[in-house]
């Protein structure tokens, strides 16, 4: 009780806000944590859904990906691999890394796999850097060659990045 009496009355009052407060009110507890809205072109490239996964793994797990048609200005949500977008390929480095970049995410593994879709998304010409390179673009185009739709290519790809994050050392 003394250890009690020690951490006062503001919390205590936190303590009952969070064990009694009315399910409806958390929005207002926590409204500055909104779901965030990425926007980007329809159509899907190995840089596209490593960016996806990475957003929805790293950045907010329930983001919402909108799709536009290809040339149409993005009107809401946080632009990504257009042309226009703060988040996308530059001639040193692809849309992944540049969301990496953005968000300051230095795990060593996700700076590796944004060194295999830097190998797939700008190193197109030239002899491909990591083994895993060839793997990674052939395994992502065949997702979404056999997909029905946007949110099948985003499930399996984001399933397949998961499982690539979890082998890597």
Not at 73 to 93: C, H, V, W
Not at 142 to 155: A, G, L, P, Q, Y
């Amino acid at each position: 009780m003394r250890k009690l009496k020690r951490a006062g009355w503001p919390f205590i009052s936190f303590l009952f806000l969070c064990i009694f407060i009315e399910p409806e009110m958390h929005s207002y507890l926590f409204a500055d944590q909104k779901t965030l809205v990425f926007s980007t072109w329809e159509g899907f490239e190995a840089d596209k859904c490593a960016s996806i996964w990475l957003i929805k793994r790293f950045i907010d797990k329930n983001a919402i990906i909108r799709f536009f048609p290809k040339g149409e200005f993005i009107s809401e949500g946080i632009p990504f691999d257009t042309p226009d977008a703060k988040l996308r390929r530059y001639q040193n480095m692809s849309t992944y890394e540049s969301i990496l970049k953005s968000y300051n995410l230095q795990d060593p593994k996700l700076v590796y796999i944004g060194k295999i879709v830097h190998d797939i998304e700008i190193n197109i010409w030239e002899k491909k850097i990591y083994l895993e390179t060839n793997k990674v673009q052939n395994e992502i185009q065949k997702i979404i060659t056999d997909s029905r739709n946007n949110n099948e290519v985003i499930e399996r790809s984001c399933k397949y990045f998961d499982l690539l994050y979890m082998l890597l050392q």
